[in-house]
């Protein structure tokens, strides 16, 4: 293998892709990035056996093609040190150390055969197919995933279901006390299929979408995930098991509806919540005529803190807890100006939902369980 690269260009493919390898490998060739250059083009690939992702580099200077693994950390640690300038690789004829050279000096690295490398999970021929906005998904990933579990018991919890209907598609993160479902009616499927995205893959489509532009094609079926965007392919495998029928623990009949500036929510209940238990971080709000009083206290520190808010509120008078860290997280999550709190008991679950605003194609809806607040 020899080619001569711009050092910048390969780093930036490297940070990306290095985000799939495991801090803890089973199989040593794991630590390292499988370099593929083939047909004026460099694939390199990193995988931890669940989660493989692989992105491309057009190459202008080849003189010799081939495929090797470089360790992955060594090979990053070096680039970083360069500015922009050409880089020539060249392996040995063993395939045991690549030699890399720029205009005064070089350096050696080890290097392997790609034989051991595994390869990359197929998608079966039944499989589904869309292409989705990368924005759109984008977004849809960011309003969910911090709402996933951490369960062993109950993996399916552990990542984002999407939900795909003929009509609509519905991406749904819960962890049994908060849940959000994000639903776009500009998705639709020729026929009902879902999948369960697992938290790392989702956390790294994340951080690849914010500097794409292009469409992303997904291909999934029983057991993988297929991601295509601009020079990237992720391909994971996917949650097995039933996600649990969200739809029927989203309450119908919440009549009392609060409607109330986001960021003056979110702002005072951050304030307020420093002194409430840190065992439970109990918040209260108490709702009464256009009027929220947001209140925590600690009882063990006698510190205490409340805080008056106006709002629009017409419904019955009422005290209700949560836990601080979801409210936060929810108010912190959704980008709407106004924000509509459905209630219809101190004891049932609150919907949380934009108020006015939103894209008609957009739906967001958060739920969180109230917590028991004493006399």
């Not at 001569?4 to 990035?33: G, H, M, Q």
């Not at 986001?262 to 971080?281: E, I, K, P, W």
């Not at 924000?339 to 934009?354: G, N, Q, V």
């Amino acid at each position: 293998m020899k080619f001569v690269v711009s050092s910048t260009e390969l780093l930036a493919r490297l940070l990306s892709v290095s985000r799939v390898i495991s801090s803890k490998n089973t199989i040593p060739v794991l630590d390292n990035f499988l370099f593929v250059l083939r047909d004026g083009k460099l694939n390199i690939t990193a995988s931890d056996l669940e989660t493989s992702l692989k992105a491309s580099l057009p190459i202008d200077n080849i003189e010799e093609e081939g495929e090797i693994t470089i360790p992955a950390r060594l090979l990053v640690d070096s680039l970083k040190e360069f500015a922009d300038i050409p880089l020539e690789f060249s392996s040995n004829e063993n395939q045991t150390s690549i030699e890399i050279t720029w205009a005064n000096g070089n350096s050696t690295l080890p290097c392997t055969g790609a034989d051991d490398y595994p390869s990359i999970a197929t998608i079966s021929s039944d499989r589904t197919s869309i292409t989705v906005n990368s924005h759109i998904l984008l977004e849809g990933v960011n309003r969910t995933l911090y709402a996933t579990a951490e369960e062993e018991l109950r993996p399916v919890m552990n990542g984002i279901y999407f939900d795909i209907d003929t009509e609509s598609a519905t991406m749904v993160a819960s962890d049994a006390h908060k849940l959000v479902c994000f639903t776009r009616h500009d998705i639709k499927s020729e026929q009902k299929s879902s999948f369960i995205l697992p938290k790392k893959p989702s956390s790294i489509l994340k951080n690849l979408l914010s500097k794409v532009e292009e469409d992303v094609k997904i291909l999934f079926d029983q057991k993988n995930a297929y991601f295509e965007f601009e020079s990237f392919i992720l391909v994971c495998r996917l949650v097995e098991g039933n996600y649990p029928a969200y739809k029927s623990v989203i309450p119908k009949n919440n009549t009392n509806r609060l409607i109330i500036n986001r960021q003056d929510f979110l702002n005072s209940t951050r304030r307020v919540s420093v002194c409430s238990n840190q065992a439970s971080s109990l918040v209260k709000l108490k709702l009464s005529y256009n009027q929220l009083v947001i209140s925590a206290q600690d009882l063990d520190f006698s510190i205490s803190a409340h805080e008056r808010l106006t709002c629009q509120y017409d419904g019955d008078p009422m005290e209700i807890g949560f836990k601080s860290t979801f409210l936060i997280e929810i108010l912190s999550n959704l980008s709407y100006n106004d924000i509509s709190l459905e209630l219809s008991d101190p004891s049932r679950a609150a919907l949380i939902l934009p108020s006015g605003g939103n894209d008609p194609s957009e739906e967001i809806l958060a739920l969180i369980m109230p917590m028991m607040v004493s006399a």
